[in-house]
């Protein structure tokens, strides 16, 4: 009779693990001004305004494509990030979609809804 390990599946089990328990996401992000702007040297330089009262002009659109049930706190330091990539004051207007025939789905206690999909966009500004 043959004897068979365990040692190739006691790397095969933590990396399935691993791959299993992470959020993915995928962001994008689209400039639309014709001038540079230098990047910000922190995310804490590029701010929240829910609605902008000064005079500014958008630079850019960001899209943060994540898992339904993630905290708006963890998508909002991505788009905070990305921001400052594209050298904005701030980000408003943010918007958020589950996408496609998942939108229809209730929340669902035991998966978690880990499988549902979600759109958060931003406009990223600067002030003049």
């Known amino acids: 009779m043959k004897k068979t390990t365990l040692k190739p599946f006691m790397f095969v089990i933590p990396l399935v693990l691993l791959c299993s328990a992470c959020s993915i996401y995928h962001?994008?992000?689209?400039?639309?001004?014709?001038?540079f702007y230098y990047p910000k040297a922190s995310i804490n330089d590029v701010v929240y305004i829910e609605n902008i009262q000064e005079k500014?002009?958008?630079?850019?659109?960001?899209?943060?494509n994540t898992e339904r049930?993630?905290?708006?706190?963890?998508?909002?330091?991505?788009?905070?990030?990305e921001a400052a990539i594209l050298?904005?004051?701030a980000i408003t207007d943010i918007k958020s979609d589950a996408t496609g025939q998942w939108k229809k789905l209730p929340a669902q206690?035991?998966?978690g809804n880990g499988y549902v999909r979600a759109n958060f966009t931003a406009s990223a500004v600067v002030f003049k």
Do not use: C, P, Y
């Open 27 to 35: 962001i994008n992000s689209e400039d639309v001004s014709s001038d």
């Open 56 to 64: 500014h002009e958008v630079i850019g659109f960001i899209t943060v």
């Open 69 to 81: 049930n993630q905290r708006l706190s963890e998508v909002m330091q991505k788009l905070k990030r």
């Open 87 to 89: 050298g904005a004051d």
């Open 109 to 111: 206690e035991i998966l």
